[in-house]
């Protein structure tokens, strides 16, 4: 079965310092990986998505970069963190075929101070 | 563009009832999917249920039922004989396909609350 890990779980970090996080699939291969952000009382919004080593599509313009190093692993990164990155963030795959739902990650909840 | 709306910022339903939670949405698409996710208070996204546009028959999953009305744009989740486990945020979304991959447009979610 397929699983998906994001790490850390939480990180509190300060204005202007960089930002890596880190999410890694297990279980299928070549999957679509997508980025979302969920601010404090709100649904998500997609940030990233990617279809293969690479191959990154921004969402919205902002502060956040992402990479796609290996098949499976789909980073987030900042040079400089902003108060309004705050946010939890979630990263998905998605299985492109029948119904093509994504599965989420269990989130990192990231605080700048 | 697309968009969800989902109108009902919380809701309260007693233990064994079924409840309702609202979902509408437009979109210019003729293919399309909607989705429900239930979120706990940790945070994961766990989906529920899914419905195609093209679906003829309502979709259902255990205790999920979708209530799909096409000509009115709405996919409403309907939860049958709540329990306390179910007390959560809930989300509608929607799928849009752009080349290979299939993005996701989600509501601002209902908190459900479920009460002895």
């Known amino acids: 079965s397929q699983t998906i890990h994001q790490w850390p779980a939480t990180l509190v970090q300060p204005v202007g310092s960089p930002l890596s996080l880190e999410c890694t699939v297990e279980?299928?291969?070549?999957?679509?990986l997508y980025w979302y952000r969920q601010a404090a009382g709100r649904g998500l919004q997609l940030l990233f998505y990617s279809v293969g080593i690479g191959q990154i599509s921004s969402e919205v313009p902002q502060n956040l970069s992402a990479s796609r190093p290996q098949d499976r692993q789909f980073i987030l990164s900042s040079k400089k963190l902003l108060l309004s990155d705050s946010g939890f963030y979630l990263c998905a795959w998605g299985r492109e075929r029948e119904r093509h739902e994504q599965f989420f990650g269990p989130g990192t909840r990231l605080t700048v101070l | 563009a697309q968009k969800i709306t989902q109108t009902q910022p919380g809701m309260f339903v007693q233990e064994k009832e079924a409840v309702t939670l609202d979902c509408t949405y437009d979109t210019s698409d003729q293919s399309y999917g909607l989705f429900w996710y239930k979120q706990p208070s940790s945070g994961e996204m766990i989906f529920l249920i899914y419905q195609g546009s093209y679906d003829e028959q309502n979709a259902t999953e255990g205790r999920y039922s979708l209530n799909f009305q096409k000509a009115r744009k709405s996919a409403n989740l309907v939860i049958s004989a709540s329990q306390l486990g179910d007390s959560a945020m809930y989300f509608c979304?929607?799928?849009?396909?752009?080349?290979?991959?299939?993005?996701?447009?989600f509501g601002t979610g209902t908190r459900l609350q479920v009460t002895l």
């Open positions: 979304a929607m799928r849009a396909r752009t080349g290979t991959a299939s993005k996701l447009t």
């Open positions: 279980g299928t291969s070549n999957p679509n």
